[in-house]
C-alpha cells in the first residue's frame, strides 16, 4: 500500500466537518446495498465535490478509489463490504458523522514507477501498494538492481522482484515472504519473488527517499512485466521507482483501529 508522512486527529486539534458525503460502492451486491441505504440516511453527494467519500467494499475498491482521487487530498473513509478489509473500517450504518468527525486521518505517499518498454517507449503509473516486476514465460527473469545509480546487485535471477511501501508491506510484500514495515518507518521494502541466485538474498530494507533502478538483462529471452498496484507494463527493459512526495492521499481510521494498529497486529499473527 503507502509511504505514510504524519498522523493528524482530534487530539492534535484537528477537527473533521465533513457536511457532504459521497458513497462508492464495489460490485458485490451487499457494498450496493449498503451504499443505497446509506445514501438515504445520510444523502448522497458527488463524488467529485464532496468533503469526504465513503468507499463501501473490500481493498480492491479502496485502492481504486485512492487512485481515483489522487493528488485531491479528499478524505476517503473506507468501510469494508467485501472479502478482504485490510484498508477499511468495521461497517455500520450507525452514527457515520460522529464516526467522521473522530476519525485519524493518515497523509500518504504513492511510489512513481517510471518503464521503458522494449521499443523505447516511456510511461509512468502511480503505486498504493507495490511496484513489481514479474517474468513474462516460463524463464526466470535477470535483473540489475542499483539504488541511487549505485550498482548493488548485478544479476538477480528470480520470478520477480517487488517494492513495496509500509501500508503495501502486509500485502504481497508478505506474501512473499517480505517484511512488514510499521506504518510510520521511514523504509521501503524491496523483497525478491522466487529467488534462484542469488540463493540466500531475501531483500532488503531501504530508506524511503531511495531511487530504485532495476534493469532487465536478456530482456527479448526473458521478457518482464512491470506492475504499479493493478497498472500493467509488458516488455520492459528498465524501471525507475521512488516516493511521489508531490502528492498527498488522505485515508481516515477510526481510533483505535488505524493501520498502525493494524499492521502491528499482522506481526504478532492477529
Known sequence: MMVPTH???????????FKSIAFLASSAPEAEAARDRLA????????????VVVALGGDGLMLQTLHRFMGR??????????????????????????????????????LLMRTVDAAGKTHASHAVNEVSLLRQTH??????????????????????????????????NYSANGPILPLHAPLLALTPISAFRP?????????????VTIEVIEA?????????????????????????TRIDMLMLHD????????????????
Not at 540489475?144 to 520470478?159: N, S, T, V
Request: charged content about 30%; aromatic content about 6%.
Open 199 to 211: 540463493r540466500r538474498w531475501r531483500g532488503a530494507l531501504l530508506p524511503d527517499r531511495a531511487a
Open 220 to 244: 527479448a529471452k526473458r521478457p518482464v512485466a512491470a506492475v504499479a498496484d493493478h497498472f500493467e507494463t509488458r516488455d520492459v527493459v528498465r524501471v525507475d521507482v521512488a516516493v511521489d
Open 255 to 270: 481510533p483505535g483501529h488505524s493501520l498502525d494498529e493494524r499492521i502491528l497486529r499482522e506481526q504478532f499473527g492477529n
Open 139 to 172: 524463464q526466470a527473469a535477470k535483473l540489475r538492481i542499483l539504488i541511487d545509480g549505485q550498482e548493488r546487485m548485478p544479476e538477480l535471477i528470480a520470478d520477480g522482484i517487488l517494492v513495496a511501501t509500509p501500508a503495501g508491506s502486509t500485502a504481497y
Open 7 to 17: 498522523r493528524v486527529g482530534n487530539r492534535s486539534g484537528v477537527t473533521n466537518s
Open 73 to 110: 487530498a479528499t478524505p476517503i473513509y473506507g468501510m469494508n463490504r467485501g472479502s478482504v478489509g485490510f484498508l477499511m473500517n468495521e461497517f455500520s450504518e450507525m452514527n457515520l458523522r460522529e464516526r467522521l468527525a473522530a476519525a485519524e486521518r493518515a497523509i500518504l505517499h504513492p
Open 40 to 51: 438515504r440516511y445520510y444523502g448522497d453527494a458527488d463524488p467529485e465535490t464532496a468533503d
